[in-house]
T-cell receptor
Framework: AQTVTQSQPEMSVQEAETVTLSCTYD???????LFWYKQPPSRQMILVIR??????QNATENRFSVNFQKAAKSFSLKISDSQLGDAAMYFC?????????????FGKGITLSVRP | NAGVTQTPKFQVLKTGQSMTLQCAQD?????MSWYRQDPGMGLRLIHY???????DQGEVPNGYNVSRSTTEDFPLRLLSAAPSQTSVYFC?????????????FGSGTQLSVL
């Protein structure tokens, strides 16, 4: 079974600075998808970024980018120019390529605070 | 465009009571699912559906029933609530359930079972 580990329960960053959130996973599959979801205090789950394992190029979405290291099974999220609105819980998630029959496996999440 | 709508947002039950959490989506998505979120844990899949009339179990299905009579609706039923079912419940949908598809989440239902 796949597992997703987010070992840092909390992190803090100064506004306008850059922060990196760590995630590691364990799988025996060669093809899969990885996601970062944001959950602000409103409780809404918001997709931040996704990465397909067979694509070597790291995904980017505006101020958000990932460092995907397939051999190391590492998938970190970098937030540049941090904003107060980035304060939230962030979840790393894994999904195998079998589609509807496969579930999203989530890590325990990391709480990010942004200092003004 | 409402997206995924969950009702109610908050609910308090007594042990043994039954209730239904409602979920509706207006995006004509084939795939719908229910997750629960417990403190210090990520979301875990309860049940999912790949279309009207088709449902299947997820990771933690015990104590929950689902049905999918229409494309739009996917209610989650608790037949006899237990304190262990105190959690935040999320409904999520996607176009066809492909592994790389974006999941659209509802705003969640916070359930307390006393």
């Amino acid at each position: 079974a796949q597992t997703v580990t987010q070992s840092q329960p909390e992190m803090s960053v100064q506004e306008a600075e850059t922060v990196t959130l760590s995630c590691t996973y364990d799988t025996s599959e060669s093809d899969y998808y990885l996601f970062w979801y944001k959950q602000p205090p409103s409780r809404q789950m918001i997709l931040v970024i996704r990465q397909e394992a067979y694509k070597q190029q790291n995904a980017t979405e505006n101020r958000f980018s990932v460092n995907f290291q397939k051999a190391a099974k590492s998938f970190s999220l970098k937030i540049s120019d941090s904003q107060l609105g980035d304060a939230a819980m962030y979840f790393c998630a894994y999904r195998s390529p079998t589609g509807a029959n496969s579930k999203l496996t989530f890590g325990k999440g990391i709480t990010l605070s942004v200092r003004p | 465009n409402a997206g995924v709508t969950q009702t109610p947002k908050f609910q308090v039950l007594k042990t043994g009571q039954s209730m239904t959490l409602q979920c509706a989506q207006d995006m004509n998505h084939e795939y719908m699912s229910w997750y629960r979120q417990d403190p210090g844990m990520g979301l875990r899949l309860i049940h999912y559906s790949v279309g009207a009339g088709i449902t299947d179990q997820g990771e933690v299905p015990n104590g929950y029933n689902v049905s999918r009579s229409t494309t739009e609706d996917f209610p989650l039923r608790l037949l006899s609530a237990a304190p262990s079912q105190t959690s935040v419940y999320f409904c999520a949908s996607s176009y066809r359930g492909g592994a790389g598809e974006k999941l659209f989440f509802g705003s969640g239902t916070q359930l307390s079972v006393l």
